[in-house]
């Protein structure tokens, strides 16, 4: 048994984290998640959905820093690989603080060790569909000042919540509990682009347990509320404030709507 590999972790069951990892070029995945992925890329450019959403949020994270944000709350983060928050934060603001939050046992393990020596990060095990939940845990209450500004992260992981657990009203509730200056960035999957890919793609992860839900741009776009989007808005993935405009050239293949939105 490998350090980053907790008991009871049934490895035959693919995770849309460990999915995501392979896709990237990790190692903490599983013969079933690689296999899943595999299945994946025959209906989707699916390696190109993971990059282009992992540049995305590193675009993200140094905007929000660029804005003065000091302290991240990152949503279904996954399995951290290069370039996650706290290292493109801490880069640019050696004091930024961020909590990870995960339901996945294996992302959870990884990030623990990945930030054992490091006081300003920390990572915790909990569903974002128990929002009290979170804010009551004691890494959230000793690195996350909920009365300043914050930097909400929901990255790559709306899809995974159905429709019957109201994603929106999740939204909602984490939004309700940052202070004015915070801002909220979010990416999902869309029918949008590719329907058929999509469908197809609903099916494959039908065998794992993180089903998928791709939304609509109204959708998704409900998921801000009365928050004040930047600019570009509600966009493709690449098309959201590139460092290169060759990304751009992607946005047909990036099947994830990406946006930034400011509590005024």
Do not use: C
Not at 1 to 21: H, L, N
Not at 150 to 155: A, D
């Amino acid at each position: 048994m490998t350090e980053w590999v907790p008991t009871g972790i049934d490895e035959e069951v693919p995770s849309a984290a460990r999915v995501y990892d392979y896709l990237l070029g990790g190692g903490h995945n599983f013969s079933a998640d690689r296999a899943l992925a595999e299945n994946l890329l025959k209906v989707l450019p699916a390696r190109d959905m993971a990059r282009l959403n992992r540049q995305y949020l590193d675009r993200v994270v140094r905007y929000l820093i660029g804005e003065g944000i000091t302290q991240f709350l990152d949503l279904g983060s996954g399995i951290p690989t290069v370039g996650n928050v706290h290292e493109v934060a801490q880069k640019l603001n050696p004091d930024a603080r961020v909590v990870y939050v995960d339901n996945e046992s294996v992302a959870v393990a990884h990030s623990e060790l990945m930030l054992r020596d490091n006081p300003n990060a920390a990572a915790i095990e909990a569903d974002m569909r128990e929002p009290e939940v979170i804010f009551s845990n004691d890494h959230v209450q000793r690195l996350i000042d909920f009365s300043q500004p914050v930097g909400l992260l929901m990255v790559g992981v709306v899809q995974f919540v159905p429709d019957v657990d109201d994603p929106w009203a999740i939204a909602d509730r984490f939004r309700a509990e940052l202070a004015p200056g915070s801002y909220f960035a979010l990416s999902a999957f869309t029918w949008d682009n590719a329907p058929e890919g999509m469908r197809k793609a609903i099916e494959v992860f039908k065998n794992s347990r993180d089903p998928i839900f791709p939304r609509t741009h109204e959708e998704i776009m409900r998921m801000f509320g009365d928050f004040t989007l930047v600019e570009p808005g509600l966009v493709y993935t690449p098309q959201w404030r590139p460092d290169r405009t060759s990304d751009v050239a992607d946005a047909t293949r990036s099947n994830l709507y990406a946006g930034v939105a400011r509590k005024s």
